[in-house]
């Protein structure tokens, strides 16, 4: 088995974890969850306390006040963030922006079509068509997925991409964190070198 394709597996694990820790249904586990007892039937019963499969994402588009609610929220049944990605972004961007946006962004959720046959995750992937770098989607170790996500609301990502024509109202100051990431992973698990 290649590291790569050991990676695209953990990725894959870890997506469907988020994606199916991210429902009330009892007993699913959730890293982000608080564990309040037993149903009726004896199954463990999780109380979500947050839903975050896409970082920045709630952090840009909604009001602090909002994330409680959402993050108590079905990923498929949130209309205070779907609503937001578009109100937020039409303030300074273009309709076509933030249509585009609401449509890749929403829900908060990562994807990995698994018919694909790559071995590399590719964070956006699934949603953009393959635009971000292959259609598997999930998330890569080396996705620096803050920056990619603030590149698209911010920047030109969307432009370049070919997913919509230019608006001209990008926003240079805000589409990247400016923190650095050097990329050594090892090949043993975490994967990842110790943060900077």
């Known amino acids: 088995m290649t590291t790569r394709y050991t990676i695209a597996l953990l990725v894959t694990i870890l997506a469907g974890a988020i994606v199916g820790g991210c429902t009330s249904n009892a007993g699913v586990f959730n890293p982000q969850a608080e564990r309040v007892g037993l149903s009726p ?5 999780y109380k979500q306390i947050e839903l975050l499969s896409r970082p920045a994402v709630k952090e840009v588009f909604e009001l602090f006040e909002d994330h409680n609610k959402t993050n108590r929220a ?10 937001q990605i578009e109100s937020f972004t039409l303030m300074f961007r273009s309709k076509k922006n933030a249509e585009t946006l609401q449509a890749i962004l929403y829900p908060n959720v990562l ?9 590399t995750a590719s964070y956006l992937g699934y949603e953009t068509g393959g635009a971000t770098g292959s259609k598997w989607g999930g998330r890569a170790l080396d996705d620096d997925v803050v920056d990619i996500s603030l590149g698209a609301i911010f920047g030109n990502t969307l432009s370049a991409l070919g997913l919509i024509p230019d608006d001209k109202k990008e926003a240079p100051c805000l589409s990247e964190d400016n923190v650095a990431y ?7 698990f975490p994967y990842i070198q110790a943060p900077l």
């Open 41 to 45: 039937s004896g199954s463990t019963v």
């Open 111 to 119: 994807k990995a079509d698994l018919s694909q046959d790559v071995t």
């Open 182 to 188: 050097d990329k050594s992973n090892t090949k043993t």
């Open 74 to 83: 079905e990923p498929y049944a949130d209309p205070v963030l779907q609503a």
